[in-house]
């Protein structure tokens, strides 16, 4: 069966009409504060190279935003420049569909994906979703730690002086850093050093280790009482203990004091 000409005209342009539907873009600057208004080089200059490398002809191609050209190259334009300058207003710069040439100038400038990228909705939107899923693991893992790691991560990660808090200020200090540092959070979990450290709490609440003079660690058991080792000046005494169990010196002391914990 042949197919009317016509209608075969009709789908090719209806095909075409798609391929080249233009759309509004939004810009953003990458910073976290932005400036009420921010101008972006739009002209080739001494002062502010923008140079396009041309791979077909291994040349570099001066670039020029004028709204009137059809070109963002000088080499394409005519002698009728409407120059413009390029302004972020409170970080954002929103380019209408119609001002296609302003678009393709910030897609070949040397400063996007640098100082501005072009703002993606569902990319964002999928970020948002993961950041969002990831601070809900975090919280779910903070709300069923014991005690005993709750203020361990407290101490070690957060730095908090957990002898001066509550039960519920504790939980309720690690949750609300779980929320805002799921990362940290969760990384610290898999530490070996953070287990190792939670386990020299141990023996120092059990009082297999003592600390004396605020800085020198000894032993506490049944026919040793000797000097351990000396806490640097400002470090934690449970970093500097867990640090040095882990040493071939410290892995039999460890051995020791876990077959009496």
Known sequence: MLTHPLFINFNFNQMRKKAETFVDKTYKLTRDKA????????????????????EKTGQNRSMRYAKNQ?????????G???????????????VPKENQILQTFLAHHPLSNQSFVEV?????ASLDVEEMDLSLDAQILAKD????????????????????????????DVRMFAKRYPNEFMESLNDPLLKLQNKCAAFLNEGLLVIKNQKDVYYNIQGNKNKLLTVPYGEDPLFILASFLQSDEGLEVLKILESKL
């Open 35 to 54: 400036p009420l208004s921010y101008t972006i080089p739009s002209r080739n200059t001494k002062r502010s190279s923008l140079l396009y490398f041309d």
């Open 70 to 78: 059809k070109s963002i190259f000088e080499d394409e334009q005519d």
């Open 80 to 94: 009728n420049i409407l120059l413009e300058p390029i302004i972020f207003e409170d970080g954002f710069l929103r």
């Open 120 to 124: 993606d909705k569902e990319k964002d």
């Open 145 to 172: 730690l014991d005690l005993e790691m709750l203020e361990t991560i407290a101490r070690v990660v957060i730095g908090l002086r957990v002898d001066t808090l509550t039960s519920a200020e504790l939980k309720r």
